[in-house]
């Protein structure tokens, strides 16, 4: 009676681990598919940046954005997360950057007012 108990165990755990097993292989066979579509898709990007980037050097692709409205699109941003960032609050951020800029403008006035000698009418003397 106990070898029949232990024989029907063991049927019962062989008939399991099969199942198992065989569910296992169903998804290993589906991931491995995901997983060639998904190397296939990255290799297939990575190969249209490097292309795009060669022909960025050789200056044949003029359709992106010029180096100066990418810096200025790089301060922008950086300003931005700056300013979210800021240890001070919004309202004293935003009265430094007030500050800031009418300092900035009257130093633009003023420079520009030096620069500008008093008008003779003649012409180099």
């Known amino acids: 009676m106990r070898m029949r108990k232990e024989k029907l165990l063991w049927n019962v755990l062989l008939g ?20 060639t579509d998904r190397a296939r898709d990255t290799y297939g990007e990575a190969s249209r940046r490097v292309s795009r980037a060669s022909n960025v050097i050789r200056g044949e692709d003029h359709s992106g954005l010029s180096t ?10 950086g ?18 950057i007030s500050n ?12 520009f007012s030096e620069g500008q000698a008093p008008s003779t009418g003649t012409y180099g003397t």
């Open 68 to 77: 100066a409205a990418a810096l200025l699109i790089g301060v922008g941003v």
């Open 16 to 35: 399991t681990s099969v199942y198992l097993l065989d569910s296992l292989r169903a998804r290993l066979a589906e991931g491995a598919e995901d997983l």
């Open 100 to 111: 800031k800029v009418q300092e900035f403008g009257g130093r633009m006035r003023d420079k």
């Open 79 to 96: 300003v931005g997360v700056g300013m979210l960032l800021a240890p001070a609050s919004g309202e004293e951020t935003r009265g430094t």
